[in-house]
Nanobody, 124 residues
Framework: QVQLVESGGGLVQAGGSLRLSCARS????????MGWFRQAPGKEREFVAG????????SYGDSVKGRFTISRDNTKNTVYLQMNSLKPEDATVYYC?????????????????WGQGTQVTVSS
């Protein structure tokens, strides 16, 4: 059974940085596309960033372009989200997700597995 475990959330001041991690298990010989999403209460789940299985393709939501960077270490089955210049409006729960194929996608409905989420709080 696939498990995704997020870590790295917390409290940061506006303008600060956080790095989220997502470890996928069990280990596989195929590196699947992964993504980060976020969801505020009462709102739809929003695409933040995605990365292909090889790491050669990435995509970002408009609201985070130029501030967030997604990367992966396939030797560790782990995906990272480096978040810089954080704003109060970035504060919410962030979810890691995995597809069952290598191609990235921005649609949350195209993802097969989800983590439990990690809270990011940004103080102004």
């Amino acid at each position: 059974q696939v498990q995704l475990v997020e870590s790295g959330g917390g409290l940061v001041q506006a303008g600060g940085s956080l790095r989220l991690s997502c470890a996928r298990s069990p280990r596989t010989t195929i590196n699947y596309a992964m993504g980060w999403f976020r969801q505020a209460p009462g709102k739809e789940r929003e695409f933040v960033a995605g990365i292909s299985g090889s790491g050669g393709s990435t995509s970002y939501g408009d609201s985070v372009k130029g501030r967030f960077t997604i990367s992966r270490d396939n030797t560790k089955n782990t995906v990272y989200l480096q978040m810089n210049s954080l704003k109060p409006e970035d504060a919410t729960v962030y979810y890691c997700a995995s597809r069952a194929i290598m191609q990235l996608n921005t649609n949350p409905a195209r993802y097969d597995y989800w983590g439990q989420g990690t809270q990011v709080t940004v103080s102004s």
